[in-house]
Nanobody
């Protein structure tokens, strides 16, 4: 059984920054396609950022503001979020894809408001 746990969410003012973290229970991050998704109230869950074999992709809304990365030990994946906007408010989920299986975290709330 693999578990993903997100942390780092919270309340931040517009223009501020947050760093989200995701850790896996069985050290699968290094061999997995890792991604961050988000879901705002009344909207579909959307891909925010993805990293696979060192290659990163971002949603248009996240480009130039967000950065996805892994730590050197490959025990965690991060989402650095800068210049946050109210429309970034959502629950952010960590996802791992490996060997035909998908694993999801429970999510962490990010609220951008003054």
């Amino acid at each position: 059984q693999v578990q993903l746990v997100e942390s780092g969410g919270g309340l931040v003012q517009p223009g501020g920054s947050l760093r989200l973290s995701c850790v896996a229970s069985r050290s699968i991050i290094g061999d997995s396609v890792m991604a961050w998704y988000r879901q705002a109230p009344g909207k579909e869950r959307e891909l925010v950022a993805q990293i696979s074999k060192g290659v990163t992709v971002y949603a248009d809304s996240a480009k130039e503001r967000f950065t996805i990365s892994r730590n050197s030990a490959k025990t965690a994946v991060y989402l650095e979020m800068n210049s946050l906007k109210p429309e970034d408010t959502a629950i952010y989920y960590c996802k791992a894809d490996k060997a035909g299986f998908s694993y999801w975290g429970q999510g962490t709330q990010v609220t951008v408001s003054s």
